[in-house]
C-alpha cells in the first residue's frame, strides 16, 4: 500500500456497522447506509476514503470496493462472528493495532473520522498517533439511550458497567475531536446537556436519501414480486430487531386494527431470524414479538422478512399503504427518508430526529411513543383519507428532493474538511 499522504485522502472507522452489511441486523440500520453514501458521495468529489470495520464473517474479503474512490478495509478483532456492541472495549486495542498494521505504521490519511463511540474510540487512537483532525458522528448517545430504556421499558434495568465505559469513551471523543456533525438539533442539544460539549464544536447536517435508488414501481407489481395479496392494506415496519425500535406498539395497535381494517397485514423487514447467518439477540427478540403478537390475537396478520440486501428494499416500500416508524428514541432515522422517497405515507413517533424530519401533518403524521391509540388512531386517519394520504406523499417527495440529497449533504461536509486540513496547514 502506497503511503504517501493525499490532501485528500481520509479514514473512517465504522467498527461495529460494515458499510456493505445486508440491513436490518444487528450490527446494521442508519449508520452503516449513512457511511456507505457518504464515502461513495465523497469520491464523486475526488475524496479517496477507506472505511475500516470489524471482520465479522469469515466468508467476507478483507478488502471489498464501493466505489472508483472508496472502499471497505475489514480488519480483525476478537472472534471473527457476530459480537453484541457493549463487548467490543476489549477487541478495539486489537483493532487498532491492525489499522497501524494494515497502513504500515506511516499514517497515509489527513484526517480522521468517527462513526458511534466504538469508530470514535479507534478514530480517537489514531488522533492520538499522528495528530490529524479528527471529526465525529455518534448516531447514537449513550446517557439519552439510557434514559430512554428506564423511560420505556417496564424492566427499565441498564448495565451499568458497559454505560459508564461508554458514557467515559464519549467524554473523551467530544473532548479530543474537533468537529462533531451531529445528524439532528435534538443530538446537538443532548450532547451540550449531558456532556458539557462545546456548542460551537458541533455543526448540525441532517443525513440524506438517494431518490434515484428507490424507484417508483407500480404498487401491484410490488405485491406479486412479495406474493402479498393485492386488497390487503399493508403496515410495513423496516428497522433492526432491538427494543427501542418500538415493533411492539404497532402489534399492539395492530389489535385494535384488525376489526376495522379489512385485510390488514403487518410486514415487518429486519433481523438476522434465518439462514447461516442467524444472530443470537436478533432472533430472541423475534420470538419475544413473535409471542407477543400471539398474546396479541395477531399473530396470523404478522409477517417477519428478515434482514436483506438495499436492492431488494423498493418492492417492499412500494408495496405498503403505511410506512410507520415507532421508535422510542431516534436520533434522526433514515428510513424515514427511505420511505418518503418511495412515495408512501410515514407515520413516525414524535421522538428525537424524527419530529424534526416529520412535518406533521403536512409530509407525515406522528403519534406518541409507546402509545398504541395514539397509532392506531393515525393509521385510521389514512385508511379513511386517500386524500390525505396523497398530499403527504407528495409533500413529502418534494421536500426530500429539495433538502435531503447526499450530494448537498457531503459537500458540506466536505467543507469541514477542507476548513479542518486548511487549518491545520497554517
Known amino acids: 500500500m502506497e503511503q504517501k499522504e493525499n490532501h485528500k485522502r481520509i479514514a473512517m472507522f465504522s467498527i461495529h456497522s460494515d458499510p456493505l452489511a445486508s440491513l436490518g441486523s444487528q450490527e446494521s440500520g442508519g449508520q452503516n447506509i449513512y457511511v456507505r453514501y457518504l464515502a461513495e458521495e465523497l469520491g464523486r468529489l475526488g475524496w479517496e476514503v477507506d472505511i475500516f470495520t470489524r471482520l465479522d464473517n469469515p466468508r467476507k474479503n478483507q478488502i471489498a470496493r464501493i466505489s472508483k474512490n472508496s472502499r471497505v478495509i475489514r480488519l480483525k478483532g476478537g472472534p471473527v462472528g457476530y459480537v453484541p456492541k457493549k463487548e467490543l472495549f476489549s477487541f478495539l486495542p486489537e483493532i487498532f493495532d491492525n489499522f497501524l498494521h494494515f497502513i504500515n505504521f506511516e499514517n497515509p490519511y489527513i484526517l480522521f473520522h468517527g462513526h ?160 447461516r447467518d442467524i444472530n443470537a439477540a436478533d432472533f430472541k427478540e423475534y420470538k419475544r414479538l413473535q409471542k407477543k403478537a400471539e398474546e396479541e390475537g395477531v399473530g396470523d396478520i404478522l409477517s417477519f422478512a428478515g434482514s436483506m440486501d438495499h436492492g431488494r428494499l423498493p418492492a417492499y416500500y412500494r408495496s405498503a399503504d403505511v410506512f410507520v416508524v415507532p421508535s422510542y428514541y431516534e436520533p434522526f432515522g433514515l428510513v424515514v427518508l427511505e420511505g418518503m422517497a418511495s412515495k408512501v405515507p410515514v407515520i413516525a413517533s414524535s421522538v428525537g430526529g424524527l419530529a424534526i424530519t416529520i412535518k406533521d401533518g403536512k409530509t407525515g403524521l406522528l403519534f406518541e411513543p409507546r402509545n398504541a391509540l395514539s397509532l392506531q388512531e393515525k393509521i385510521m386517519e389514512l385508511y379513511k383519507s386517500e386524500s390525505l394520504a396523497s398530499v403527504l406523499v407528495q409533500n413529502a417527495f418534494e421536500e426530500i428532493s429539495k433538502n435531503y440529497s447526499w450530494q448537498n449533504v457531503t459537500e458540506k461536509i466536505a467543507v469541514i474538511y477542507n476548513s479542518l486540513i486548511t487549518g491545520e496547514s497554517k
Open 116 to 275: 458511534y463511540w466504538d469508530g470514535g474510540a479507534v478514530a480517537l487512537e489514531a488522533f492520538k498517533k499522528f495528530q490529524k483532525p479528527f471529526v465525529q458522528n455518534f448516531h447514537s448517545i449513550g446517557i439519552v439511550r439510557v434514559e430512554t430504556k428506564k423511560r420505556f421499558l417496564d424492566n427499565g434495568s441498564v448495565d451499568n458497567s458497559y454505560v459508564e465505559s461508554r458514557t467515559e469513551m464519549e467524554k473523551e471523543i467530544i473532548k479530543n475531536s474537533s468537529v462533531i456533525i451531529s445528524l439532528a438539533e435534538s443530538e446537538k442539544q443532548s450532547l451540550i446537556q449531558f456532556y458539557g460539549c462545546p456548542e460551537e464544536k458541533v455543526q448540525v447536517i441532517r443525513g440524506g436519501v438517494d431518490v434515484k435508488h428507490w424507484p417508483l414501481i407500480e404498487k401491484e407489481k410490488a405485491r406479486d414480486t412479495l406474493g402479498l395479496d393485492k386488497k390487503s392494506f399493508v403496515i410495513l415496519f423496516v428497522g433492526r430487531l432491538e427494543w427501542r425500535k418500538g415493533i411492539g406498539t404497532i402489534i399492539s395497535a395492530a389489535r385494535l386494527l384488525r376489526e376495522k381494517i379489512t385485510g390488514l397485514k403487518i410486514l415487518i423487514v429486519g433481523g438476522k431470524i434465518f439462514g
